[in-house]
């Protein structure tokens, strides 16, 4: 149940006082009353649209808090009711922003600031207006009922992977390939057993760090931890139909490389480590690829414009929700990436127990285990 509502008669975004402001023929916003006119209701129903899939039949709802006191006004959309896929069809949304809208209403950081500064330049010079931004979110919503897939992987398989991927660089630090452990070799001072029972390991489990190599030679691992989200995500979403994030792929890497030159280029956010992966940028990069479009030379061309005029507009224009297509991207990119690699686990997942157990039996059988 979002916060915000798209108005087909005054084209934006608006909270339920804003709307109700303009109702009452008002400049401001109206704190919602008990009793909202009949006929308002009616009207709302039609001419309001959910931000994220466009429904209509729009309701003012207002949540209560401790003591019987309203909490928080929002809408809710019941008749129809949201589309599949929409991030507000779960009641767990309810009064909540979904994690890929960037609310630029708040300059709460200096990001957002910057961020909202360049939107409302932006929309002054008609670059881009509420309406495009409305049609951007649509064209994602259109990609994502038209791209999906189940996900049906096993969750444990990230974590297992990740574990094999780690014991690959231990086994390499051990005995070369093709040269077998003796007693001598074991009586060494100092042996490791960890980089022994690690090689044990890689070599029987070959056939998955065959295809876990093939995914790596597919850069699909550009974050730090892709491990963690993914398995998040496939715990989430299991059995469910979710979009598919390999048909934005273009679109993916010419908005990486878009924020990327914003941050790296333009003073205000220049020295900010990580500053081209923040939500916010990378949202006013996609929304000028995407009203160009994705072509990289005009939507920069517009950006050097927008910049030129910065200070000069209205601040009030800048109070949209930016969407950013990309959130959870990679972590996307990494659950489909390794479900379509169908890669087998064993019926025992635990590969840190399997390894102790592997080095245990070896010291056993070079009877050493006083060495090491």
Not at 108 to 117: A, D, E, G
Not at 338 to 363: F, G, M, S, W, Y
């Amino acid at each position: 149940m979002p916060l915000t509502a798209y108005s087909k008669t005054h084209p934006g975004e608006h909270d339920v006082e804003q709307i109700l402001g303009r109702m009452a023929g008002l400049g401001i916003p109206l704190k919602p009353t008990e009793e909202i006119p009949g006929h308002w209701r009616d009207f709302l129903r039609t001419d309001l649209e959910c931000p994220i899939c466009f429904a209509s039949g729009a309701e003012i709802v207002r949540s209560v808090g401790r003591g019987g006191k309203s909490k928080q006004t929002y809408f809710r959309f019941t008749d129809p009711g949201h589309r599949e896929l929409c991030d507000f069809d779960d009641p767990e949304m309810a009064g909540k922003i979904p994690d890929n809208l960037v609310l630029l209403t708040s300059d709460r950081s200096k990001l957002t600031r910057v961020v909202r500064q360049l939107v409302c330049s932006g929309i002054s010079l008609g670059v881009f207006d509420q309406v495009a931004i409305r049609n951007m979110r649509q064209w994602f919503f259109e990609k994502k009922v038209t791209a999906r897939f189940k996900v049906t992987v096993n969750p444990h398989t990230f974590d297992w992977l990740n574990e094999l991927g780690k014991l690959r660089f231990y086994a390499s630090l051990g005995l070369p390939s093709g040269v077998d452990l003796n007693t001598e070799v074991a009586s060494v001072p100092g042996f490791e057993w960890y980089m022994e029972a690690s090689r044990r390991l890689v070599q029987r489990y070959a056939y998955q760090l065959g295809k876990l190599e093939g995914l790596r030679t597919g850069g699909i691992f550009e974050t730090n931890d892709p491990w963690k989200r993914a398995e998040a995500l496939a715990k989430r979403y299991q059995d469910r139909s979710v979009f598919d994030p390999s048909a934005l792929a273009e679109e993916y890497s010419q908005t990486a490389h878009m924020a990327k030159f914003i941050a790296h280029n333009y003073a205000p956010l220049k020295g900010g480590k990580g500053n081209e992966n923040e939500a916010c940028v990378r949202a006013f990069s996609a929304l000028l690829l995407c009203v160009h479009q994705w072509n990289t030379g005009t939507a920069i061309s517009s950006f050097a414009r927008i910049v030129s005029a910065i200070g000069d507009a209205n601040q009030t224009l800048g109070n949209v929700m930016g969407l950013n297509p990309f959130h959870d991207f990679g972590g996307w990119r990494v659950l489909k990436a390794v479900q379509d690699a169908d890669i087998p686990l064993p019926v025992n997942t635990d590969l840190r127990k399997e390894r102790k157990d592997i080095e245990a039996a070896l010291r056993e059988e070079f009877d050493v285990s006083r060495i090491g």
